[in-house]
């Protein structure tokens, strides 16, 4: 059992340094973090996180953390958020927006309230925000939801979204969802919003479907022009569905419509705009592999200024995937037709593809390469080539080694944070002791080719931190006494974890036990060879009072010691009419079982007949000698068959068992024997 009487919290506390060369400028610094998340107390009812991060010494990006401070608690049907998280009302209204605020929810048995008070940190339209909900459940998994969110706007400064909040904003909404069957779910949203100046509605509706062969998904969403939620003059519109033929072979079809006009937080860059459809047969032609076709169009531009692409392009696909032995392997091939609207253009665009992957000696290596001749860009069949790997390594359980490269990215992922290079070394000191060390070539989101260098060196203390007494530490105590042995100092007892050494008296004792149960042992190796308890070890032991006390003595084992006599009964029946004389015996080597028992330990030995047979180190007192046949031939007949003796420090008992082998013998009847015959007359 553990040796603790707290109920404990993992937390982890960690100090990083930070260095970075930004754009040719190079900053450094050092940021601290703590994060826990656990519960309060043994019973597990008291949830908590919490979580707080120092200011970032560099510019943020995806590779490093921003300033964050937040904690939550929950227990049974109350849950409270404080601090910094991303807070959402609903899809239509405020689907996600970073900021520091205040969130709680109450849980009735079949409806929810709750609302919070969020200040967003990194979308400067908006001031503050306050929302408030309650949720009603119909059944398991359909409920209606109605809420109403409130937004006042930042006054006199610069407007970084897509639309400007003239006034506050009022947004009342009511969300659903429908487990119409087992197969199929409805969900859907309404919402209206409500200024000084205008008015707007906004709506969502979806459904998914799943069958044994059928799977499909199905979303819209439209925004009128002067809705003052999320979204604000658009419309999307996904869809995926999916039909197995066989085990082998399936088709699927998948529709995308981005929405345009969106209130993301000026954090991040927006990707670009997409329209696609995309559907395709796939066929596994055997168990290891299998190969895919797609046709489709695709519509991708660039929401950044200036622009770095604008194009629609039709394109036919294949891709095949195989298990070579350990490697897996896909290789891909895509030709389309593509118009690009930047530079005024038509052209071919091919993209041919291959990734390779495997696993050797604790190690994955993952390998990238693609050649492309395309017109989606600046240039007219523009060659491109990409290529990297990845290679992770664990060493042993606490190291490990990570490394990647790339040379180059897709210009459609320039919105984001992209690594070119990066090594990532993890190292357990000790026990809760890490040490981690990156570095990092990037590209920052909407650069296309100035390259950024970032560095950590971070150290994690893994701590167990004590926030609930369980029991109150217990003891035992005790003395060994003396009964005819050498000595009993220096005898070493075990008790769980814990060690104890007797003294000169042969007092032990165990300090700061937890409660519970326990084997108490000793360590026959601190003792004289022929030493033995009075009582049987290991002893199970429940200690729950505050002091306990168990005493035992050590004295010298017994020893019982036997042999077993074969003699022959020659003494003839007179009552007998013959004696059978056997033939020459098999040379069958006779035994029994010869069993010791004090009532506690039982022991049991073969012993043949003519040898001799001994029980060692048994403890002094009462002890019985049973006897058992062991298939033993019914010729013999055992004299005795029990024995009983009181056995004394030291003592060695000699037993002699006395087996009779008895003479086969054949007895005859005599009886009267009638003899007669028949006459047969000869016939002429």
Same mark, same amino acid.
């Given at each position: 059992?553990?040796?603790?009487?707290?109920?404990?919290?993992?937390?982890s506390?960690?100090i990083s340094?930070?260095?970075?060369?930004n754009?040719?400028i190079?900053?450094?610094?050092?940021?601290?973090?703590?994060?826990?998340?656990g519960?309060?107390?043994?019973?597990?009812k008291?949830q908590i996180?919490?979580h707080?991060v120092s200011a970032?010494?560099?510019?943020?990006?995806?590779?490093?953390?921003?300033?964050?401070?937040?904690?939550?608690?929950?227990?049974d049907?109350?849950?409270v958020h404080?601090?910094?998280?991303?807070?959402?009302?609903s899809?239509?209204t405020?689907?996600?927006?970073?900021?520091?605020g205040?969130?709680?929810?109450?849980?009735?048995k079949?409806?929810?309230?709750?609302?919070?008070?969020?200040?967003?940190?990194?979308?400067?339209?908006i001031?503050?925000?306050?929302?408030?909900?309650?949720?009603?459940? =119909?059944?398991?998994?359909s409920?209606?939801t109605a809420?109403?969110?409130?937004k006042t706007?930042?006054?006199?400064?610069m407007?970084?979204?897509?639309i400007r909040?003239?006034?506050?904003?009022?947004l009342?909404?009511t969300?659903g969802k429908?487990?119409?069957?087992?197969?199929i779910?409805v969900?859907?949203?309404?919402?209206?919003?409500?200024?000084?100046?205008?008015?707007?509605?906004?709506?969502?509706?979806?459904?998914?479907?799943?069958?044994?062969?059928f799977?499909?998904?199905?979303?819209?969403?439209r925004?009128?022009?002067k809705f003052?939620?999320?979204?604000?003059n658009?419309s999307t519109f996904?869809?995926?569905?999916q039909?197995? =033929?066989?085990k082998?072979? !399936?088709?699927?079809g998948?529709?995308t419509q981005?929405?345009?006009?969106?209130?993301?937080?000026?954090?991040?860059?927006?990707?670009?705009?997409?329209?696609?459809?995309?559907?395709?047969?796939?066929?596994?032609?055997i168990?290891?592999?299998l190969?895919?076709?797609?046709?489709?169009f695709?519509?991708?531009?660039?929401?950044?200024e200036?622009?770095?692409?604008?194009?629609?392009?039709?394109?036919?696909?294949v891709s095949?995937?195989?298990?070579i032995?350990q490697?897996?392997v !896909?290789?891909?091939?895509?030709f389309?037709?593509?118009?690009?609207?930047?530079s005024?253009?038509?052209g071919?665009s091919?993209?041919y593809?291959?990734?390779?992957s495997?696993?050797?000696?604790?190690?994955?290596?993952?390998?990238y390469?693609?050649?492309? =001749?395309?017109?989606?860009?600046?240039m007219?069949?523009?060659?491109q080539?990409y290529?990297?790997?990845?290679?992770?390594s664990?060493?042993?359980?606490?190291t490990?080694?990570?490394?990647?490269?790339?040379? !180059?990215?897709?210009?459609?992922?320039?919105f984001?944070?992209?690594?070119?290079?990066?090594?990532l070394?993890?190292?357990?000191?000790?026990r809760?002791?890490?040490?981690?060390?990156?570095?990092r070539?990037?590209?920052?989101?909407?650069?296309?080719g100035?390259?950024?260098f970032?560095?950590?060196?971070?150290?994690?203390l893994r701590?167990?931190?004590?926030?609930?007494?369980?029991a109150?530490?217990t003891s035992?105590?005790?003395?060994?006494?003396?009964l005819?042995?050498k000595?009993t100092?220096g005898?070493?007892?075990?008790?769980?974890n814990?060690?104890s050494?007797?003294?000169?008296?042969?007092?032990?004792?165990?300090?700061?036990? #937890?409660p519970?149960?326990y084997?108490?042992e000793?360590?026959?190796?601190?003792a004289?060879?022929?030493?033995?308890?009075?009582?049987?070890?290991?002893?199970?032991?429940?200690?729950?009072a505050k002091?306990?006390?168990f005493?035992?003595?050590?004295?010298?084992?017994?020893?019982?010691?036997?042999?077993?006599?074969?003699?022959?009964?020659?003494?003839?029946d007179?009552?007998?009419f013959?004696?059978?004389?056997p033939?020459?015996?098999?040379?069958?080597?006779?035994?029994?079982?010869v069993?010791?028992?004090?009532g506690?330990q039982?022991?049991?030995k073969?012993?043949?007949?003519?040898?001799?047979?001994?029980?060692?180190?048994?403890?002094?007192?009462?002890?019985?000698?049973?006897?058992y046949?062991n298939?033993l031939?019914?010729?013999?007949?055992?004299?005795?068959?029990?024995?009983?003796?009181?056995?004394k420090?030291s003592?060695?008992?000699?037993?002699s068992i006395?087996? #009779?082998?008895?003479q086969?013998? =054949?007895?005859y009847?005599?009886?009267?024997i009638?003899?007669?015959y028949?006459?047969?007359k000869?016939?002429?």
């Open positions: 059992m553990e040796d603790d009487i707290y109920h404990r919290l993992p937390v506390a960690s340094f930070i260095g970075m060369q754009r040719g190079y900053q450094n610094g050092f940021q601290g973090e703590i994060y826990g998340k519960t309060l107390d043994k019973e597990n008291n996180e919490f707080a970032n010494p560099v510019e943020f990006n995806s590779f490093t953390q921003y300033e964050e401070y937040f904690i939550n608690y929950k227990r049907n109350v849950f404080l601090g910094d998280k991303t807070y959402s009302a899809y239509l405020e689907f996600a927006r970073y900021g520091r205040a969130e709680v929810r109450y849980d009735f079949r409806f929810s309230v709750g609302g919070f008070y969020n200040h967003p940190r990194f979308f400067r339209d001031k503050d925000e306050f929302n408030v909900y309650s949720t009603f459940k =119909i059944r398991k998994e409920e209606i809420g109403y969110l409130y706007p930042r006054t006199g400064e407007n970084f979204g897509n909040l003239d006034s506050e904003a009022h009342p909404y969300t429908f487990k119409i069957s087992k197969n779910v969900s859907g949203e309404a919402a209206y919003s409500k200024t000084e100046q205008m008015e707007g509605t906004a709506y969502m509706a979806q459904a998914q479907a799943t069958f044994e062969r799977n499909g998904n199905l979303m819209y969403m925004a009128s022009p003052a939620g999320y979204f604000t658009t996904n869809g995926n569905i039909y197995k =033929i066989s082998k072979l !399936n088709v699927f998948n529709y981005d929405a345009r006009n969106f209130q993301r937080d000026t954090l991040f860059y927006a990707a670009p705009y997409r329209r696609f459809l995309q559907y395709g047969i796939q066929y596994k032609y168990s290891t592999g190969i895919t076709l797609y046709n489709g695709q519509k991708y531009q660039d929401r950044l200036p622009k770095q692409f604008d194009y629609y392009e039709q394109y036919f696909k095949v995937d195989q298990q032995g490697f897996l !896909n290789v891909q091939g895509q389309g037709k593509t118009n690009n609207y930047l005024g253009f038509n071919n091919s993209f593809t291959t990734n390779i495997f696993e050797k000696f604790k190690t994955s290596f993952s390998i390469a693609s050649y492309a =001749i395309t017109s989606r860009y600046q007219q069949n523009e060659k080539v290529y990297g790997a990845r290679i992770f664990r060493f042993s359980d606490k490990s080694l990570s490394l990647f490269y790339q040379n !180059n990215y897709m210009p459609e992922e320039y984001r944070d992209r690594n070119l290079f990066e090594v070394y993890h190292q357990q000191l000790f809760g002791s890490e040490l981690d060390v990156s570095g070539y990037s590209l920052q989101r909407g650069e296309l100035n390259k950024d970032i560095f950590s060196l971070r150290y994690t701590l167990n931190v004590p926030v609930q007494k369980t109150e530490y035992l105590s005790g003395n060994i006494s003396n005819g042995v000595k100092e005898i070493k007892l075990m008790l769980g814990h060690l050494i007797t003294d000169k008296d042969g007092n032990y004792q165990f300090k700061n036990v #937890v519970g149960e084997f108490l000793i360590d026959r190796s601190t004289d060879i022929n030493d033995i308890t009075n009582v049987s070890l290991p002893a199970t032991l429940h200690l729950d002091e306990n006390i005493n035992f003595g050590l004295t010298t084992a017994s020893t019982i010691k036997g042999n077993i006599h074969l003699s022959e009964n020659d003494g003839k007179e009552y007998s013959a004696q059978y004389q033939t020459k015996e098999k040379n069958k080597r006779q035994s029994i079982i069993e010791a028992s004090n506690e039982t022991y049991r073969i012993a043949f007949i003519g040898e001799n047979f001994d029980f060692t180190y048994l403890r002094p007192g009462e002890w019985k000698v049973k006897l046949r298939g031939d019914k010729r013999y007949k055992i004299a005795a068959d029990s024995f009983h003796y009181s056995l420090p003592q060695t008992q000699n037993i006395h087996i #009779v082998k008895q086969s013998e =054949i007895k009847q005599q009886e009267m009638k003899v007669g028949n006459d047969v000869k016939k002429k």
